[in-house]
């Protein structure tokens, strides 16, 4: 069965500061690959995908994230960390890989922290 | 464009209850998915629609079904309430036809059971 972790429950970072999330995968065949961020009582918002291609994948608000393939992981990242970036994020993978259906397998959620 | 819209936002129901909740998917989409987020479990996939068909089910009870319409909009029924339901119920929907297509999520309604 196709999983995502998130190994962190909180990640805290200082504002101008990079920033990293962190996600690890395990499915069979070729992930398609997808973080979503949420704001309090609001839905979840697309931030970007891993289909095929370049491993560096860029994205909204500046985001961006690396795809691993040896060490199965898509970690998000951005260069300078705004405070409001303060958000809970989710790395999901389709459950299918190649599918085009509408489940997704979703990571347990990271609570992103940061100070001014 | 218009985005993904769920109606009710919020609502407060009591155990043995029903509700039925409601997602309009944005124009041309014609998946639909719904998720129940709580603290304890997260996102947890519930069923998804395509052309007026399920096409994907979950682990819930038959408690909690779904139906589109032609216009592919959803709706979503749980029955028998019970205070577990408690959550935040997102919809999500996409053209659901290509399977690099991300899903548009909607605020979601969040219920209450008591």
């Known amino acids: 069965a196709q999983s995502v972790a998130q190994p962190e429950d909180q990640v805290n970072v200082a504002e101008g500061n990079p920033l990293t999330v962190k996600c690890t995968y395990s499915?069979?065949?070729?992930?398609?690959l997808f973080w979503y961020v949420q704001y309090p009582n609001r839905g979840l918002q697309f931030l970007l995908k891993y289909i095929t291609g370049d491993n560096l994948v860029k994205g909204s608000y500046g985001f961006e994230a690396e795809f691993n393939k040896s060490q199965t992981s898509f970690h998000l990242k951005k260069p300078s960390a705004l405070v409001s970036d303060s958000a809970l994020y989710f790395c999901?993978?389709?459950?299918?890989?190649?599918?085009?259906?509408?489940?997704?397998?979703f990571g347990q959620g990271t609570t992103l922290q940061v100070k001014p | 464009k218009a985005g993904v819209t769920q109606t009710p936002r919020y609502l407060i129901k009591t155990r043995g209850q029903q509700v039925t909740l409601s997602c309009s998917p944005i124009s041309g989409h014609r998946s639909v998915s719904w998720y129940q987020q709580t603290p304890g479990q997260g996102l947890q996939f519930l069923f998804e629609y395509f052309s007026e068909t399920q096409r994907n089910k979950g682990n819930f009870p038959g408690r909690f079904s779904g139906r589109q319409f032609s216009n592919s909009r959803s709706e979503m029924n749980v029955s028998t309430l019970e205070l577990g339901d408690s959550a935040l119920y997102l919809c999500a929907s996409s053209f659901g036809q290509e399977g690099a297509g991300e899903l548009f999520f909607g605020e979601g309604s969040r219920l209450t059971v008591l």
């Open positions: 999901a993978v389709r459950d299918m890989p190649g599918s085009n259906t509408g489940k997704l397998i």
């Open positions: 499915v069979s065949g070729n992930p398609y």
